[in-house]
Nanobody
């Protein structure tokens, strides 16, 4: 059974930082494209960042230069370091795993990030 468990969300003032963690079980993260998505109230879920390999990452334009995705294969955990947070970053953040060449698509339960102005 695949589980993705997010943690690290919370309330922070604008300009502050948070680090989200996604602990995976039932899969090996190095065999997956790991991503962070977010969904704000009334909006569609959107890709924030993805890590395809240790040297290949993608970021949404709105977070580029502020957020950093990384992974620790030994801990089977993916991180999202979020700096210079803005109120518009407020959303539920979800961890996602998609196996290379597979059709599966796994989601975590989400963690709330709220940025106050």
């Amino acid at each position: 059974q695949v589980q993705l468990v997010e943690s690290g969300g919370g309330l922070v003032q604008a300009g502050g930082s948070l680090r989200l963690s996604c602990a995976a079980s039932g899969i090996i993260i190095s065999g997956n494209v790991m991503g962070w998505y977010r969904q704000a109230p009334g909006k569609q879920r959107e890709l924030v960042a993805a890590i395809i390999s240790s040297s290949s990452t993608n970021y949404a334009g709105s977070v580029k230069g502020r957020f950093t995705i990384s992974r620790d294969n030994a801990k089977n955990t993916v991180y999202l370091q979020m700096n210079s947070l803005k109120p518009e970053d407020t959303a539920v953040y979800y961890c996602n795993a998609r196996p290379y060449g597979g059709l599966e698509n796994y989601w975590g339960q989400g963690t709330q990030v709220t940025v106050s102005s």
